[in-house]
């Protein structure tokens, strides 16, 4: 008796896919343009998010405002290519935006200029804990300084990608990165948590004069 092979089929649906020619993205062939944008921008958006708004009470409200700005504004790309180029800028402006109204809001606020009077340290220093301790940090340092110098300690972006965001050359985002580390070193020094765990810190890239 010959044994007959059979060859199984399955007969579930397969979803349908399209190719997003600008990105090589396989989305559903029935994928709305805002969804394909979306799917295209949220890397880039949370990496952002998360780099600048870890452990802030306001990050998913600071996130939401970004989705809004690209969603009513991403047809002005002319190169699809460039898209998540330019969602990148919109998360940083929009951040940057953010912390100049949050500070406009500080100067009016007795609570909070009460509560930054005294660090508090916590028993949990990993983590999460070490984060928003230098964030805190951060949030004292000139805007022009604090944005390029979060870039650098918590992501891995390249100086010229760090001044194509700030908006700068990068003769002047070495300047404001050199003025930016020497003034978050002499914070460090204030919260022994931070000091201790960052007492071999990387050297300075050189600066020119």
């Known amino acids: 008796m010959s044994a007959v ?46 780099i600048y708004l870890a452990t802030d009470p306001e990050r998913d409200d600071i996130a939401q405002d970004i989705f809004v700005a690209i969603a009513r504004r991403h047809a ?15 998360a940083f402006n929009t951040i940057c935006h953010a912390f100049r109204r949050r500070k406009f809001r500080r100067w009016f606020s007795l609570e909070v200029v009460l509560e930054s009077e005294q660090p508090r ?14 964030q805190r940090l951060l949030e004292k340092l000139p805007l022009a300084q604090r944005m390029p110098l979060t870039l650098e300690l918590f992501s891995s972006s390249s100086q010229p990608e760090i001044a194509r965001l700030c908006g700068c050359s990068e003769r002047t985002l070495r300047r404001r990165l050199h003025a ?22 990387s050297p300075e890239a050189p600066v020119d004069g």
């Open 121 to 134: 340290y916590e028993a949990d220093l990993e983590g999460r804990d070490l984060v928003a301790r230098a």
């Open 180 to 201: 930016a580390r020497e003034r978050f070193a002499l914070l460090v020094q204030r919260d022994p948590a931070l000091a201790g765990r960052l007492a071999d810190g």
């Open 76 to 90: 002005a790309v002319r190169d699809p290519s460039r898209l998540e180029a330019w969602a990148a800028s919109v």
């Open 5 to 50: 092979r059979r060859t199984r089929t399955s007969t579930e649906p397969q979803p349908e896919q399209r190719v997003d020619a600008a990105r090589l993205l396989l989305v559903p062939r029935e994928a709305s343009e805002a969804q394909v944008v979306y799917e295209r921008v949220a890397p880039v958006v949370n990496r952002m998010v998360w």
